[in-house]
């Protein structure tokens, strides 16, 4: 069975920080680009970050959240990481992450769906 299950979110006040957390079961994560995608209330789904596979690793970040946020991997926890810093109200969304071989920010369309996502709440 493939899954990536997400966590880590959480509610923040404008300027905190959270880190979410991607972590795979049935596959190895490291061989995948994975990306972040969120979906804002009565918004679109975008894409956040993506980090390509360990033997690339090169990484995207919308203009929204660049220098703000940072998306690693640790594979020996089959995991990957988004650090969300200086959050904003804005950044109020719902998180998933999905495989993403293009790793351009673009909505992939070869995974077969999107999870339970985590919940991200910025607000004073």
């Known amino acids: 069975q493939v899954q990536l299950v997400e966590s880590g979110g959480g509610l923040v006040q404008p300027g905190g920080s959270l880190r979410l957390s991607c972590a795979a079961s049935g596959f190895t994560l490291d061989y995948y680009a994975i990306g972040w995608f969120r979906q804002a209330p009565g918004k679109e789904r975008e894409g956040v970050s993506c980090?390509?596979?360990?033997?690339?690793?090169?990484?995207f970040y919308a203009d929204s959240v660049k220098g703000r946020f940072t998306i690693s991997r640790d594979n020996a926890k089959n995991t990957v990481y988004l650090q969300m810093n200086s959050l904003k109200p804005e950044d109020t969304a719902v998180y998933y992450c999905v495989t993403d071989p293009l790793c351009d920010g673009i909505i992939p369309t070869d995974f077969g769906s999107w999870g339970q996502g985590t919940q991200v709440t910025v607000s004073s």
């Open positions: 980090i390509s596979s360990s033997s690339d690793g090169s990484t």
